[in-house]
Structure formats: structure tokens, C-alpha cells
């Protein structure tokens, strides 16, 4: 119970930290610490698979996000600083999170218990789905149509960000060049970093179907160990307009999309399975989803071209 | 036999907690960055070693416990080398890469 | 002689507290953000938190008999070295952009 207020208390802490904090950088390492709280809360309440997204995503993705974009705003943080809302907004801001606080204070204490839940339903229909995981068998069969949509959100802020791009770099190599001596410590320990993040990754996303896991958790491990190649000077990243690139980042989604439009002659509706192949043709679906969003989250890190194809 | 796995686990995540605490204390104390690196650099690889040896002895199965190791190994990895990566940068006009 | 799941109970209280407490020290540690001077002691802070983090993690989570926890365990680490390399390789920079 101590254990309990004690981190629901830091949380709050670091929250209000993260938004009193004055320096960009400390607000993002702040940021990150939030993350990171959030997921051992979800321990706490016995989620481990949610607790798994908010570490993978919440945590790592997100941090590395928020450094990029920090690190393109050093240039107007001084004069951004000395901007300030004025009396009207910050009342009315002031207001409305009270309001919703107040709600949610007076909301949670008189829930229904035991909450009305579909969940033993989830689990009873859970050996025709060839899955263990009831979380795994929500995204990739009861509720595929959600995963599917997201992969496709997913590509289009891909093109938003690609269109950020000045004209004559459209096309080119994206983010900026690093300077990376290949004889430094970095080189080193991201030699030994990405093979042991690959097998990591490829392990999370095949227990996703008995365990917490699954694609994009094992696709955003995957894209953050091609990020810490690209930092340490071990590969460059490839030009967003080779052929290759664009058709790995559109096969998840086309894959996804081509079995759902099958599931109408061989079960009866969009993204239904017969039931004697359910496993396989999720399996067939996760493989593309998780290389195409790797690809897409590693290139939604790097940023939009900032130097002309080569 | 699990009272003893029991006794050893305690006695590990006790020692570790430790170093924990001096580390952190470390960090806040001493005078100057390079220091305070040396604090932190014992609570990452003594305090989260020592936790991990702990729960080895909780763990069943051998996938489990490898999995821990690993953990604890990738930290240290990672801690190594930003532990260079800052002690460059915090060395007086840090130099570049 | 205490039954199994006293034991069991005593031992989950136990690696809670400690939980607690590795959380404790990384709260502690996060002051070094607030008053550090330069960024390397906000990047040292962070690598404190990864740390900890971890260690409080694995703990919770076998108090909590949760297997799933040393998969969280091993996201974190991978991950947290990835955020640090991304943090020292910023730092880097802008102490030289401030020049």
C-alpha cells in the first residue's frame, strides 16, 4: 500500500516536473523517467502487455522522438522561452483541466464492480484464433481491423514528415550526416548493441502470440537498433526514394489488406479467417506488418531528407 | 532448500539496494562530474548485478534466468559506453567524436 | 514452521520494499536534473533512472509473479541504451553549438 502512494506520488512528481521544467533537455530526460514510471505502474496493476507497449514505445520511441525534435529547436529556444500565454487562455486552460479532473475524481469511486467486461468472452473464443495471448488475439483477430487502420495512420505521418522536406532534398537521405569515428567506443559497444537488439526484437514479436509481445513491439525494438547503427556511423540511411524501401514500407499494410479482402470468399466477411488456418494466416500477416513498421518507425526517427540522394 | 534460496535472495537485493544508495548519494555528493560518474558507474554494474543474482535464485527455468543475465549484461554494455560518451563531454571543452 | 504461502507472501512484501526503495534512490537521483549544472549530470541522471528502473522493475514484477517482467526488463535496457547513446550524442553537439 506505502508502495503504492509512494509511485502514484512520483508519478504526479515527475509530470509536474516534465511541464514546469525550463530546459528542453530536461524536460525530455523528464519525459522519458515519466515513461518509465507508467510502465511499472502497469506492472503494478498486473498489465504486463500493456506495461510492454508503454516501455517499448512510451519510453524508448517516444524519448528518441522528442531528443530529435529538441535537438532541431536549440535554435529558437531562447526567444520560444519568453513567449507566454496570456491571462485568458491560461484561465480557461486552468478551468477545463480542473473540470475533468473533478469529473474523473467523482467518476472512478462509484464504478460499477465487477466492471462490465467482454473479456471472459475474449478468452473463451481464444483456442479458435490458434493464439494464447488474449491481448494478441484482440489486435490480430477480434478487433484486426483497428491494427490494420493503424498501420496505415502510421504510413501517412511518414508522408507528413517526408513532405517537411525542402525540394531539392525530396527523395534524399534522411537525417543529418553523423560524425562517427569508426575506431570510437560508440562504433564498439553498437556492434555488439545491434545484434543483440535484432535477436531481442525478433524474439518479443514471435511470443507475442503465448505472451506479452507481438509486432509492434518487436518492430519498434527493431527501429530504435537501426537508429543506434545510423548513430554510430554503421550504416547510412538509405534514400526515400529507392524502390526497395518504398515497397517494404507498404507490404505490411497491402499484405494485411489482401487477406482481409480474401477473408470475404474463404469466411464470410472483411479480416475473417477460417477457422483451420487462423495461425498461419496471422503469422503470414505479422511477418510484413512488423518489417514495414520497423522500417517506418525507424524512418519516421530520422527525420525528413535533409541532404540530396547520392 | 527454499528457505536457504529464500535467505540467499534477501542477502543479494539487500547488498544491492546498498550500492544503490551509494550511488545515488555519490551522485548528489561529490564535487565534480567526473566523480560523480565513478559513483554511478558501481551502482549500475554492483547494485543491478547484485539484484539480478537475487532473483536468479527465485527464477525457475533456464530461459529465465539467461534472459536476466542478459539484462543485467546489456546494462553494463550500455553503461560503459555512455560512461565514455559523457566523461568526454564533461572532460574540460569536451572534444568532439 | 510458516505455511508455503506465508512464505511466499513474506518474501513478495519484501521485494516490493525493495522496489520501493531502488525507486527512492532514483527519485533522489533525479534532483541531479533539476540542479545539475551541466548536461552531463542530466545524462547521468537518466542512466541512474534506466538503472534503477530496472532493478525496480525486475523486483516488482517477480514480487508480483509476473513472468513477463524480465521481457519489460530487457526492452528497458536495450532501450535505455539507446535513449543515453541518443542523449551523449546531443549533448555533444550542442556543447559545441554553444561555442
Known amino acids: 500500500m506505502v508502495f503504492d502512494i509512494g509511485l502514484a506520488v512520483l508519478v504526479v512528481a515527475v509530470a509536474a516536473w516534465t511541464i514546469a521544467a525550463r530546459d528542453v533537455f530536461a524536460a525530455v530526460v523528464s519525459f522519458v523517467a515519466y515513461g518509465l514510471l507508467l510502465a511499472l505502474v502497469w506492472v503494478r496493476l498486473a498489465a504486463p502487455d500493456v506495461a510492454l507497449t508503454e516501455a517499448a514505445i512510451g519510453g524508448g520511441l517516444t524519448g528518441g522522438l522528442l531528443i530529435g525534435a529538441s535537438s532541431r529547436l536549440r535554435g529558437i529556444e531562447a526567444p520560444a522561452a519568453n513567449e507566454k500565454p496570456g491571462r485568458g487562455p491560461w484561465l480557461a486552460a486552468a478551468l477545463l483541466c480542473s473540470l475533468v479532473s473533478i469529473g474523473l475524481a467523482m467518476i472512478v469511486p462509484v464504478l460499477p464492480e465487477p466492471s462490465p467486461t467482454l473479456a471472459s468472452q475474449a478468452a473463451a473464443n481464444l483456442a479458435a484464433t490458434g493464439l494464447s495471448n488474449p491481448v494478441t488475439a484482440v489486435l490480430m483477430a477480434y478487433r484486426a481491423i483497428d491494427t490494420l487502420l493503424e498501420t496505415v495512420v502510421l504510413l501517412l505521418a511518414l508522408l507528413a514528415v517526408w513532405s517537411l522536406a525542402p525540394d531539392r532534398f525530396w527523395g534524399g537521405l534522411p537525417g543529418r550526416r553523423q560524425n562517427a569515428d569508426p575506431e570510437s567506443v560508440l562504433t564498439f559497444a553498437a556492434q555488439l548493441l545491434v545484434p543483440m537488439g535484432i535477436l531481442i526484437g525478433i524474439h518479443i514479436f514471435w511470443i507475442g502470440s503465448v505472451a506479452p509481445g507481438g509486432e509492434f513491439q518487436g518492430a519498434t525494438i527493431l527501429a530504435a537498433v537501426w537508429i543506434l547503427a545510423a548513430m554510430a556511423g554503421l550504416v547510412e540511411g538509405p534514400p526515400v526514394s529507392r524502390q526497395w524501401l518504398r515497397l517494404m514500407l507498404v507490404a505490411g499494410p497491402a499484405v494485411f489488406f489482401m487477406i482481409g479482402l480474401a477473408g470475404f470468399a474463404t469466411a464470410g466477411a472483411f479480416l475473417a479467417y477460417p477457422e483451420a488456418h487462423a495461425k498461419l494466416l496471422i503469422l503470414i500477416i505479422e511477418v510484413p506488418v512488423t518489417l514495414s513498421i520497423a522500417a517506418t518507425l525507424a524512418l519516421l526517427l530520422a527525420g525528413p531528407p535533409e541532404r540530396g540522394p547520392q | ?97 | 514452521m510458516p505455511e508455503p504461502s506465508d512464505r511466499h507472501a513474506a518474501m513478495a512484501d519484501f521485494l516490493l520494499a525493495a522496489a520501493g526503495f531502488v525507486l527512492t534512490m532514483v527519485a533522489l537521483g533525479l534532483v541531479r536534473v533539476l540542479y545539475g549544472p551541466a548536461a552531463a549530470d542530466r545524462i547521468m541522471s537518466a542512466q541512474l533512472l534506466g538503472t534503477g528502473g530496472i532493478a525496480a522493475l525486475l523486483l516488482l514484477a517477480e514480487g508480483m509473479r509476473v513472468p513477463a517482467g524480465v521481457d519489460i526488463a530487457l526492452i528497458l535496457a536495450l532501450l535505455a541504451a539507446f535513449v543515453s547513446v541518443a542523449f551523449a550524442k546531443g549533448a555533444v553537439h550542442w556543447e559545441h553549438d554553444g561555442e
Request: charged letters at 10%; hydrophobic letters at 60%.
Open chain 2, 1 to 97: 532448500m527454499s528457505l536457504a534460496l529464500n535467505l540467499l535472495t534477501v542477502l543479494a537485493v539487500c547488498a544491492g539496494a546498498f550500492f544503490f544508495l551509494a550511488g545515488t548519494a555519490g551522485l548528489l555528493r561529490f564535487p565534480d562530474p567526473l566523480s560523480r560518474l565513478h559513483a554511478l558507474t558501481k551502482a549500475d554494474n554492483l547494485g543491478l548485478g547484485l539484484v539480478v543474482l537475487g532473483l536468479l535464485f527465485q527464477v525457475d527455468g533456464l530461459l529465465a534466468g539467461l534472459k536476466l543475465i542478459s539484462v543485467w549484461l546489456l546494462a553494463l554494455l550500455a553503461g560503459a559506453t555512455v560512461t565514455q560518451l559523457i566523461a568526454r563531454a564533461a572532460r574540460p571543452g569536451g572534444t568532439p567524436e
